[in-house]
């Protein structure tokens, strides 16, 4: 069954002279391209193309420019963007921690990528400078365990971990190849994955701290960059959810893991099982933001959890929270109930404390009470009108009140939803999203899909 | 004001002269009949009546027989119940730390207690025998500030802070009075009170050690008994109302601190109460056992406490409880929401946990499960069918199982509950128990009844 999958992923020899050919001619084009311009610079593919772990449906090609230290991140933007406009078609400039540009050539996505040439990684002066010691430690160290990596990735992304971007905060390529060349073999990677507790420690050179990175699950200490933990975006509940696939996968191996089915639940069954739990559903969508999906992403988290805390904090009981960004975004919440009743509890100070007289004379003028302040053991107390006890209202009335950056919305998220949203509740949510929706009520394990 | 409340509470001339001609007379009718029966004992008048500071619809008489420490408990029961049975009628035994009988002479309610004559309060075999030490400390300190002592008795009862049994949790009589004697006059007391922080200690003699009642609001030490805190049955509520009482009285004495008026709400006002506040109240009814009151609101306190307890447990949110003893017993609970949604959250093992296998194929096979089990971080999660969403069908289902008392319910309320109850929701429950539902859903201070 591995080789039906391998077969499936590994480039044909046809797809690997294409690839070389068109990276190449890149090199070829850039480099000209950058002395025309005066830069004295070397130009190289790295990643999966050059350390041959691509996948037959990743076309991508990192190609980096490096520069001599002397040149300005403002030059090498420039540099990168010119030459980009000249040799790539849908040019995009995206910013990370460091420009680059995006574009395609010869049907491939490109991303043109500037960085300085250093010595050690150690002396990076960006992120992105490590790159070419990755490819070198890679190369170095991989010793023809090719087939394994790519059914790592293939694994990863089957089970929805292939990553490590703020969508997926899952395992990114390096890492995967790292953890080959560490266990040996794929199925030596799952084997000890299925064993990890955390937090799991990899220290393949045995010069790292992984006690520098309190919280991470997973501490694969950077063979390039002991400072570095190249899991640090691995979630939780991705580790979570890697080590019992790995399980799984070892008990009962099936294609499903590395090819698994779509899910999408029509309208009707969406709503039959929202009725049979019996519980609530709000959303609010808006226009999503045109900003890089990291930054998209890792705002959507903040968010949803910022309105989960201020529900929770108003009484609501929630069960469930996530969003989906598409055309439009959505963050969804499933509470308990929609409406709470008007009496609220509200406590106040310690009777016999110096502010008592002022919490009794106001609520007892005060027409939001229903009845009077009493004592509850040591504290005042006193049931309180709630002003909005439906949480439809209350979440619209919140998100309406303009000032959501002051409050702790993401930037991004606060401006597109000032600029107008939609709340929906109930079985009306279902018209759109119906994929996100589908796992929301009825999660299942993407390696599960092709059961009935 | 202070003159006109004490001219009501205190015992006229001719009152106080039929008591003492009672008390006589009790006194040589119980002597002779224990001599008759061969005991060697004194016979004595203690509490407020021998120290003056009864009020005057208090009518009780503590008559005291004092036996030598040769005779066994069962010898001094059988030797009170005799003689009480020779001289009072409508005769009761009552059984506290030390059997007693209680019954009516010459219309005044009487408790013949027996107790062992002691040197010194320290050595005494029961509690009771403290009580002619307390007599002789009181008429030893008090020096005339018999009226105080009055007055503050009329405004604990009045603001229902009066007595140290378990029904009300209060202030005893023999409290009161050391509280005039430390500081001096009725209000002396109010002011000291007003500003005590709890918790509260008063040493008369410094001769006790306050760090031995750890968790007690207010810490009197007994003069006679440096071991006793005299207000250990005082409540932590009882303490801040009254510290609270105090001030308000200093600020604007009214003599509705003393003589509150009743308050009853008609069954429409409550049900309109009800309504405004959006909230739900289930109520059990059962007889009430027939059982010394002390056993009975302990108990009634621990099985409020122990249902409430079992409710949040089940997810339901309680914002009142209480409880009413009259004919019938009521527990009564507000809830926010009497039906929970189907759905219930159950978090499971960690994920990579030794039992995870067992928790996810119980679930994946369970009719009760409401999807597949999930992951949440790293902790196995799934929702679960409730069994019965409604807290009425939950309530009756728990308390029909019988066993209750192996549950945790106080032993008389379990029998009784298991003899018949009756579940109630909603506005029905108003049609008894007007007075307590009264101060359930709209309290008032009791000084505050005579207000509109």
């Given at each position: 069954?591995?080789?039906?999958?391998?077969?499936?992923?590994?480039?044909?020899?046809?797809?690997?002279?294409?690839?070389?050919?068109?990276?190449?001619?890149?090199?070829?084009?850039?480099?000209?391209?950058?002395?025309?311009?005066?830069?004295?610079?070397?130009?190289?593919?790295?990643?999966?193309?050059?350390?041959d772990?691509?996948?037959?449906?990743?076309?991508?090609?990192?190609?980096?420019?490096?520069?001599?230290?002397?040149?300005?991140?403002?030059?090498?933007?420039?540099?990168?963007?010119?030459?980009?406009?000249?040799?790539l078609?849908?040019?995009?400039?995206?910013?990370?921690?460091?420009?680059?540009?995006?574009?395609?050539?010869?049907?491939?996505?490109?991303?043109?990528?500037?960085?300085?040439?250093?010595?050690?990684?150690?002396d990076?002066?960006?992120?992105?400078?490590?790159?070419?010691?990755?490819?070198?430690?890679?190369?170095?160290?991989?010793?023809?365990?090719?087939?394994?990596?790519?059914?790592?990735?293939q694994?990863?992304?089957?089970?929805?971990?292939?990553?490590?971007?703020?969508?997926?905060?899952?395992?990114?390529?390096?890492?995967?190849?790292?953890?080959?060349?560490?266990?040996?073999?794929f199925?030596?990677?799952?084997?000890?994955?299925?064993?990890?507790?955390?937090?799991?420690?990899?220290?393949?050179?045995?010069?790292?701290?992984?006690?520098?990175?309190?919280?991470?699950?997973?501490?694969?200490?950077?063979?390039?960059?002991?400072?570095?933990?190249?899991?640090?975006?691995?979630?939780?509940?991705?580790?979570?959810?890697?080590?019992?696939?790995?399980?799984?996968?070892l008990?009962?191996p099936?294609?499903?893991?590395?090819?698994?089915?779509?899910?999408?639940?029509?309208?009707?069954?969406?709503?039959?099982?929202?009725?049979?739990?019996g519980?609530?559903?709000?959303?609010?969508?808006?226009?999503?933001?045109?900003?890089?999906?990291?930054?998209?992403?890792?705002?959507?988290?903040?968010?949803?959890?910022?309105?989960?805390?201020?529900?929770?904090?108003?009484?609501?009981?929630?069960?469930?929270?996530?969003?989906?960004?598409?055309?439009?975004?959505?963050?969804?919440?499933?509470?308990?109930?929609?409406?709470?009743?008007?009496?609220?509890?509200?406590?106040?100070?310690?009777?016999?404390?110096?502010?008592?007289?002022?919490?009794?004379?106001?609520?007892?003028?005060?027409?939001?009470?229903?009845?009077?302040?009493?004592?509850?053991?040591?504290?005042?107390?006193?049931?309180?009108?709630r002003?909005?006890?439906?949480?439809?209202?209350?979440?619209?009335?919140?998100?309406?009140?303009?000032?959501?950056?002051?409050?702790?919305?993401?930037?991004?998220?606060?401006?597109?939803?000032?600029?107008?949203?939609?709340?929906a509740?109930?079985?009306?949510?279902?018209?759109?999203?119906?994929?996100?929706?589908?796992?929301?009520?009825?999660?299942?394990?993407?390696?599960?899909?092709?059961?009935?």
């Amino acid at each position: 069954m591995m080789d039906e999958v391998l077969k499936q992923i590994t480039p044909t020899e046809a797809e690997t002279r294409e690839m070389k050919e068109v990276c190449q001619a890149l090199i070829g084009l850039v480099g000209s391209e950058m002395s025309r311009l005066g830069f004295d610079v070397q130009v190289a593919v790295y990643g999966s193309v050059s350390r041959d772990t691509w996948l037959t449906h990743e076309k991508d090609i990192d190609l980096f420019v490096k520069f001599p230290a002397k040149y300005s991140k403002k030059e090498l933007e420039d540099a990168v963007t010119l030459v980009g406009e000249k040799i790539l078609t849908g040019l995009e400039k995206r910013f990370a921690e460091h420009p680059y540009v995006r574009g395609i050539f010869s049907g491939h996505p490109v991303e043109i990528v500037p960085c300085y040439r250093v010595e050690d990684a150690k002396d990076r002066i960006s992120a992105v400078d490590r790159t070419p010691f990755h490819d070198r430690f890679v190369r170095d160290n991989l010793g023809g365990r090719h087939g394994d990596v790519r059914l790592l990735k293939q694994f990863l992304r089957g089970i929805g971990c292939y990553g490590a971007e703020a969508r997926v905060e899952g395992f990114s390529g390096y890492l995967s190849e790292l953890l080959v060349i560490r266990y040996g073999s794929f199925e030596a990677v799952l084997k000890a994955a299925s064993e990890w507790k955390r937090p799991a420690s990899i220290d393949l050179l045995g010069d790292g701290d992984g006690a520098r990175f309190p919280g991470d699950p997973l501490i694969v200490i950077d063979p390039t960059d002991p400072q570095r933990n190249v899991a640090s975006a691995l979630s939780l509940q991705n580790f979570s959810l890697f080590t019992f696939a790995a399980k799984q996968f070892l008990k009962s191996p099936k294609e499903s893991f590395f090819f698994p089915k779509k899910r999408v639940h029509s309208k009707d069954v969406l709503a039959g099982l929202l009725r049979r739990r019996g519980t609530e559903i709000i959303q609010v969508s808006f226009q999503t933001p045109s900003v890089i999906d990291d930054i998209l992403y890792s705002q959507l988290k903040k968010a949803v959890k910022l309105f989960e805390q201020m529900l929770v904090k108003s009484g609501f009981t929630i069960l469930n929270s996530g969003s989906s960004a598409g055309e439009n975004t959505v963050l969804a919440f499933e509470l308990e109930h929609r409406v709470l009743p008007n009496a609220r509890l509200h406590f106040g100070p310690h009777v016999n404390s110096k502010n008592e007289l002022d919490f009794v004379e106001k609520h007892r003028e005060s027409k939001k009470a229903l009845g009077r302040p009493f004592i509850r053991g040591e504290r005042w107390a006193v049931f309180v009108k709630r002003e909005t006890p439906d949480a439809a209202d209350f979440f619209k009335q919140f998100i309406s009140s303009k000032k959501l950056k002051k409050k702790g919305v993401p930037s991004y998220i606060a401006a597109s939803i000032e600029a107008g949203f939609e709340i929906a509740i109930g079985e009306s949510v279902f018209e759109n999203n119906r994929e996100f929706y589908t796992q929301f009520l009825d999660p299942k394990f993407p390696w599960e899909n092709s059961d009935v």
